[in-house]
């Protein structure tokens, strides 16, 4: 069972409310509202892209638009501060509702509470959609536009020459925190395509694979053979970035290497798409939004 959407919190809430004889907090809203729809341990640990619960999202946000809607009621300060009860307009709501909460009826209540001349700016403050709140839309087209991307960086990645591709490699180790780095490639040293330290005293050595391959997976033979090009070094350590995919056995075979002490470690396309996004190479910053909020310990007398 998924999360219900954020629309179907806006009624239980209501409801919740108009039974209650005392103002409840929102913690004591949200403990009503889970067996009241059902909700199971999978849906109270569903996250949104950035990690918030998302349960919490869709209650807070709901308990926002009734507020905003007249429907809910919620001093400012005093003792009773962020404790919530239905309003007699709320009470009549749901007594000539019978059906779901509809967030564009709410949008027309909240802009009946403005004076004129300020309505229609609350109004298409509130959005019909329903489904999220405003700060998860803006966590989940983050997260398309990263998406988007990755696949358009893989793609210009995949193009450049296996030189270039070398040098990219190295570049984004020395920026993830490896400490110097430097190309080998074409040298004869036996596969080993670029060599950073793990440190940046330099005392121990990674030696890295790059492969810029474009649709085939790099099977078993290719880190087989890597593993092997580690021992004329004494090496333990390395790391193999493809703009490809592993198969099931390369990553056994990777697996294998762990056990006998030999770190391999495998980076694929997609994560390499987003581990250069993650640290800067190959991609600018074009625009900063700063997304803030209540300091609720700034507004605490005492």
């Known amino acids: 069972m998924a999360l219900p959407p954020q629309r179907a919190f806006l009624r239980p809430i209501l409801e919740i409310t108009a039974k209650a004889e005392m103002r409840l907090s929102y913690k004591e809203i949200l403990a009503e509202l889970i067996p009241l729809l059902s909700l199971n341990d999978d849906d109270l640990q569903e ?5 918030a619960l998302r349960v919490e999202k869709h209650t807070r946000y709901s308990m926002h638009l009734l507020k905003r809607g007249g429907l809910l009621d919620a001093p400012s300060q005093g003792s009773e501060r962020g404790r919530y009860r239905i ?3 709320g009470h009549r709501y749901l007594s000539e509702h019978p059906d779901a909460l509809d967030p564009a009826q709410l949008n027309m209540l909240a ?6 001349g300020d309505s229609s700016a609350l109004a298409g403050a509130i959005p019909t959609a329903g489904d999220i709140s405003p700060d998860e839309q803006i966590e989940v087209t983050y997260e398309q536009l990263r998406n988007k991307l990755a696949d358009e960086l893989l793609e210009i990645v ?3 020459s296996p030189e270039r591709f070398e040098d990219l490699v190295v570049d984004l ?3 993830i925190g490896y400490g110097r780095g430097r190309r080998v490639g074409r040298t004869g040293d036996g596969g080993i395509d670029g060599i950073v330290t793990q440190d940046r005293l330099g005392f121990e050595k990674v030696y890295v694979q790059a492969k810029r391959w474009d649709t085939a997976q790099v099977g078993e033979p290719e880190i087989r053979k890597f593993s092997g ?9 390395g790391v193999f970035i493809t703009t490809s995919r592993f198969s099931e056995p390369a990553k056994r075979t990777a697996d294998y290497a762990a056990r006998n002490n030999k770190i ?7 994560k390499l798409a987003r581990l250069m996004i993650e640290y800067g190479v190959g991609v600018v910053t074009q625009t900063v939004y700063e997304i803030k909020e209540i300091d609720e310990n700034y507004f605490t007398d005492g």
């Open 47 to 51: 996250r949104t892209p950035h990690g």
């Open 87 to 89: 309003t007699e307009q």
């Open 111 to 116: 802009a009946k509470q403005e004076p004129s």
């Open 158 to 160: 995949k193009a450049v």
């Open 173 to 175: 180790l020395v920026k």
């Open 229 to 237: 090009s580690l021992d004329p070094h004494g090496a333990t350590r």
């Open 264 to 270: 391999i470690l495998l980076i694929d396309g997609p």
